[in-house]
């Protein structure tokens, strides 16, 4: 790889918390000037500054990167934000590599930003969106829905216990406990803990998943000659990688995240590593559920297809383990501000790296580890690969140099009855409204349904029969090439129970949304099942479309009512 | 492939929304401002020693050189007007009952300039390098919000 050789050379962070009273300015600058104090440079030093934050409409600021720049030090200087969903934070130390190593800046501030608190009545109408306004939001999806249905999905087919599952979240909720920024600590959580908690969305339960929070994260990145001049411990930016999957995420196997191990084999390429499993020593994977934290690991090639969960079960992921992962205490336990969780984990890597973890120090002299964040639509994997040339530097003692990582003081935390009497309060409703054309091939297929038709595109070249259909087949990238006609019918390739709406409100009877493998194509598409007991259903079982009557069909998805188990002929 | 819209009143359509509202509080910066404001009728700003310059209202850190700031300077009430502009339509197009006129306005003692109303202007037209003074809400009316101040108005010229 060409260019010079890039260092993480400082670090910072706000407090994880479920509602800061800062604006996202404000915790920007805390976690930028912490990173600069921590290399005792200052904002003359920096040359540029990369950016990043998820959705607008979490902060409910259009353009919110021209509006967090003077928090993260942007003022007068190269400024950029970047964005690709949850991959967002560990994509912007990416991004300040190559801002770095292309020669044009000598040092780099690097800011993740979230502020999740100020979206009502819950964050997830920001996510609404993602999924196809014509093809499935009409079915009235909920973001749990996409976790839940991979989840079941990796269980069923390895056969896995849920409890080996929930041990992730116990771990990292554990280790959690010894970081002064996390918002869910908890030294004494149990298994059974995890599997009490509320079922949302089955598999899916409240202690599975990670919390909402605000917060921010920097780091300093460097040249070899500046890092060189700033720290005598420099931790090396070894190797980066980034792929995308497909956006038809009911096209995929979602058993395992292929993007995921593109982007490890692309870092793993640059940095030199052949064997991962013997030369990453500690890891810190995306783990905004806890499941996903096994299914990276996989991806990351750090352990067989479905061998992660029995590898958590045994403790190999533990702090102390040969394998630790997420030491930090990750999303599931510091906490999930979007974008900063994941830069979160580059600044996790830096303090293990430089044996000053403090509390959460993992064991011995680890000398490579590999960060990684996923997002987007379940398609997106972003994995850098960090290593410190042979291990932190010794005391004269020969004990490993340990201080307390330089956190902001910073962060204050604004309760429930300060956020509803706050003075100088605005509120607002976006009240942004749309009319989404469905295009033509959806088009199509929509008035294939009024007349009581599934059809598909057929791509010669790949041998594929596409549903839902596209005009062109973007893995070849030519024109598809006729229409086609498949059946009724098809097999649920996975299901969940869910139990809430997507502002979190209970729904009684609870909704079944599965992903159908429709019968005589290669793809499939998300609907809800029906006419079976929730007990009843299976990954596998056979189904059929039930249509609504003639006239009541409009040239919609919802043309079909539900799927039911198929009776035989 | 292409295919034309023929019937444009058949292509296949979906409405929706995007199902958020925010509530935004004002931070650490922005609460010191506004109580100032509803409590005491003053406007506070941030003074930077280091860079030589005042922003209004009061901000948390120096965007120029990332020092901590404080809220310890109080602007105005009289400052210049930097620039204006004189609304005849609405968000939508729509013409106004009564223009609305827009100000820029420099407070005595502050580098940064602030946005406001100017309240009646009155027949003589208003001159770019104008001098202007805060007009406020009635104490008890004020909610610790941007609105408690009403605007700007012309300042009285002085007697000569
Ligand atoms: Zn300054």
Not at chain 1, 199 to 204: N, Q, Y
Not at chain 1, 348 to 367: C, D, I, M, N, S
Not at chain 1, 390 to 402: E, I, M, Q, Y
């Amino acid at each position: 790889m060409s260019g010079t050789r890039v260092a993480v050379v400082g670090a910072g962070m706000t407090r994880f918390m479920r509602r800061a009273q800062e604006t996202g300015k404000e915790l920007a600058w805390e976690a930028a000037r912490a990173a600069l104090d921590s290399c005792e440079l200052t904002l003359a030093d920096v040359d540029a500054v990369c950016l990043t934050s998820a959705p607008d409409a979490f902060d409910g600021v259009h353009m919110k990167g021209e509006y967090l720049s003077d928090g993260a030090g942007g003022f007068g200087k190269p400024f950029i934000r970047t964005y690709v969903g949850g991959g967002s934070g560990v994509f912007t130390a990416i991004q300040g590599w190559y801002t770095v190593a292309s020669g044009m800046f000598d040092v780099a501030l690097l800011v993740a930003e979230e502020k999740m608190s100020s979206t009502q009545p819950h964050p997830q109408g920001a996510f609404l969106t993602i999924f196809d306004n014509i093809l499935e939001r009409p079915l009235g999806p909920n973001l749990l829905w996409i976790f839940a249905l991979e989840m079941n999905r990796y269980m069923s087919a390895y056969g896995l216990d849920k409890r080996d599952i929930a041990s992730v979240a116990v771990k990292n909720k554990r280790n959690a406990a010894g970081h002064p920024a996390a918002l869910l600590g908890q030294a004494d959580i149990t298994v059974d803990d995890v599997l009490a908690s509320e079922v949302l969305a089955w598999p899916v339960q409240r202690l599975d998943v990670s919390p909402i929070s605000d917060g921010a994260v920097a780091v300093v990145v460097a040249s070899e000659e500046a890092a060189k001049r700033i720290t005598d411990r420099p931790v090396w930016i070894e190797g980066v990688g980034w792929n995308l999957d497909t956006t038809y995420w009911t096209n995929r196997d979602l058993v395992y995240p292929e993007y995921v191990e593109n982007a490890a084999r692309m870092a793993y390429d640059m940095a030199g590593v052949k064997e991962p499993r013997r030369q990453i020593h500690v890891a810190e994977p995306y783990d905004p559920f806890d499941y996903k934290e096994l299914h990276h690991l996989e991806g990351l090639l750090l352990f067989e297809k479905g061998k992660a969960p029995e590898a958590a079960r045994d403790g190999v992921l533990d702090r102390e383990g040969d394998l630790p992962s997420c030491p930090s205490g990750g999303l599931l336990g510091v906490g999930n501000p979007i974008a900063a969780a994941g830069l979160m984990k580059i600044a996790e890597l830096f303090w293990q790296l430089r044996g000053e973890a403090g509390a959460r120090q993992v064991p011995g002299t680890p000398e490579r580890g590999v960060a990684q964040a996923w997002g987007d639509l379940m398609q997106v994997g972003t994995v850098v690969v960090m290593g410190n040339d042979g291990g932190p530097p010794k005391t004269a003692a020969g004990l490993p140099v340990v201080q307390t990582p330089p956190y902001t003081a910073g962060g204050h935390p604004l309760s429930d009855g300060g956020f509803r009497s706050a003075l100088g309060a605005v509120d607002h409703r976006l009240g942004a409204r749309y009319s989404w054309d469905a295009g033509v091939a959806v088009g199509r297929f929509l008035d294939g349904l009024r007349a009581g038709k599934i059809l598909g595109r057929e791509c010669r070249r790949c041998e594929r029969v596409l549903v839902p259909p596209r005009m062109f087949c973007e893995r070849c990238f030519r024109e598809t090439d006729g229409w086609i006609e498949v059946e009724h019918t098809g097999t649920v390739q996975t299901y969940s129970i869910c139990h809430v709406s997507w502002d979190m409100q209970p729904l009684d009877p609870p909704e079944m949304p599965a992903v159908i493998s429709i019968d005589g194509s290669d793809g499939g598409f998300l609907h809800m099942l029906g006419e079976v007991d929730p007990d009843g259903v299976r990954i596998g079982m056979d189904v059929e479309a039930v249509w609504k009557p003639v006239g009541e069909r409009a040239g919609s998805i919802l043309d079909i009512d539900h799927f039911r188990p198929r009776r035989q002929s | 492939m292409r295919e034309k819209v023929a019937r444009p009143d058949e292509v296949r359509r979906w409405p929706g929304d995007f199902p958020v509202a925010h509530r935004y509080t004002p931070g650490l910066a922005g609460d010191a401002f506004l109580t100032a404001l509803r409590d005491r009728g003053a406007i506070l700003g941030s003074r930077c020693e280091r860079c030589a310059y005042t922003y209004v209202p009061t901000r948390l850190f120096c965007e120029r050189c990332f020092a901590e700031l404080d809220a310890g300077v109080e602007l105005g009430p009289e400052g210049t007007l930097v620039s204006f502009t004189i609304g005849f339509v609405g968000l939508e197009g729509e013409p106004l009952d009564r223009p609305v006129t827009l100000g820029l306005v420099r407070l005595d003692g502050a580098d940064a300039v602030l946005l406001h109303h100017v309240l009646d202007p009155g027949d003589e037209p208003l001159e770019i390098g104008e001098r202007v003074a805060v007009v406020l809400r009635a104490p008890e009316e004020r909610t610790g919000s941007i609105l408690d101040i009403l605007g700007f108005a012309v300042a009285e010229a002085e007697s000569d």
